[in-house]
């Protein structure tokens, strides 16, 4: 129930309207107090009391829902969620992102909260807006602007590792690359214009550094390195061209830093910055058959089936679904053991639409489900 302090002339106001005008004229005193104070919890507790009136039920409520009949539900539950809107709204319009948000996710309403979130630029509730955006999902690609923004690339890096949803992972991810190409462009430039003497017009980290070799000169290096690493690390899950190549420059460059910045990471990606230009690379659709050539030594490999996993995902990236179809087949013969990271051989005939090649593959594995899809869609 609301309490707050009040002045006791409203609560003789109160009886006075009741006695003069009725329930009714007391509940929309409260609201208009409500609406006129921005108090969304007076006005969504006046909302349900209300209701509950007008349905013959006590007008405070001692176990939630359980003194509403089956038949009263319906208008009940309704009420309960324009009254959930309506307070969502009116801390909306004050402002306050973070009371509204409880209101609108109960609705399973996320969109007024999202676009209040893009205008969002700061403010001492900053941090939970940002929960609300990223972590719980009301606007996942701003909440990673104002990550970037007001705690930096190593915020937003380990923020980015915990995001499982594909789409803003992706939007999320050409704001990451994007942001830190920018930094290495702009650190490039200003060396090159304290250097030469005139900064370069040009945004490509490649047009910047090419024929620049003092750049790279004893240990330089224009961003932190390790930045530089952990981001490439996600790169393969881009599919935007344009930040693929951003992200392709940016694996050119540290393929020209001293030794020392050169990190070891997990196969099939040894050489972090040689091995993600070459993939990147070709679904730039840029020496293919060389990085195909390049993963499939790193398949046959022995060891952890990620390598061949890599291949795979890589072939079919590159439409050449017969030959994933063909790598899955051979590095994953035992039915039972099916990649992690990658489809399977019966979804990548799937995926082709091969449904002869499907009913072969469901043969072999003797999946009897994945033979009558093939057979029926054959």
């Avoid at 324009?82 to 609705?107: H, M, N, Q, T």
């Amino acid at each position: 129930m609301y309490t707050d302090t009040v002045d006791h002339d409203e609560f003789q106001l109160l009886e006075e309207t009741f006695r003069s005008a009725g329930p009714e004229a007391v509940f929309d005193l409260l609201i208009g107090r409500a609406r006129e104070e921005r108090n969304h919890r007076l006005l969504f507790g006046t909302r349900l009391m209300q209701v509950r009136h007008r349905l013959g039920l006590p007008l405070i409520e001692t176990e939630p829902a359980m003194d509403v009949a089956a038949g009263q539900r319906p208008a009940y539950e309704a009420a309960f969620r324009d009254a959930a809107r309506e307070a969502g709204e009116l801390c909306l319009a004050g402002g306050d992102i973070v009371s509204a948000w409880p209101y609108f996710k109960a609705l399973g309403e996320p969109a007024p909260v999202a676009a209040a979130i893009e205008n969002a630029t700061g403010g001492e509730n900053l941090d939970r807006v940002i929960e609300i955006a990223f972590q719980e999902g009301a606007n996942p690609r701003k909440g990673f602007e104002l990550i970037l923004e007001h705690h930096g690339i190593c915020r937003a890096i380990t923020w980015f590792g915990s995001n499982r949803d594909y789409d803003s992972r992706q939007a999320c991810l050409k704001l990451l690359v994007r942001t830190l190409h920018r930094e290495l462009a702009a650190a490039l430039k200003e060396t090159i214009a304290a250097r030469e003497g005139a900064v370069p017009q040009t945004g490509s980290v490649s047009e910047l550094i090419a024929g620049r070799d003092w750049l790279f000169e004893g240990t330089s290096y224009y961003i932190d390195s390790t930045h530089l690493a952990s981001i490439l690390r996600f790169t393969p899950e881009l599919e935007d061209a344009e930040t693929l190549r951003m992200a392709l420059d940016m694996a050119d460059y540290g393929q020209r830093l001293a030794p020392m910045f050169h990190f070891r990471s997990e196969p099939p990606f040894e050489d972090i910055y040689l091995d993600h230009a070459v993939y990147l690379r070709a679904l730039l659709g840029e020496e293919v058959e060389a990085a195909i050539a390049h993963f499939r030594r790193k398949a046959a490999e022995p060891g952890d089936t990620t390598p061949a996993e890599v291949l795979i995902d890589l072939l079919m990236r590159l439409g050449r679904y017969a030959e994933a179809v063909a790598a899955s087949r051979e590095y994953f013969p035992d039915a039972n053991i099916t990649p992690r990271s990658c489809p399977s051989a019966v979804q990548l005939c799937q995926m082709a639409g091969d449904y002869a090649t499907l009913r072969t593959v469901a043969r072999e594995r003797e999946d009897l489900l994945g033979f009558a899809a093939g057979v029926i869609q054959s």
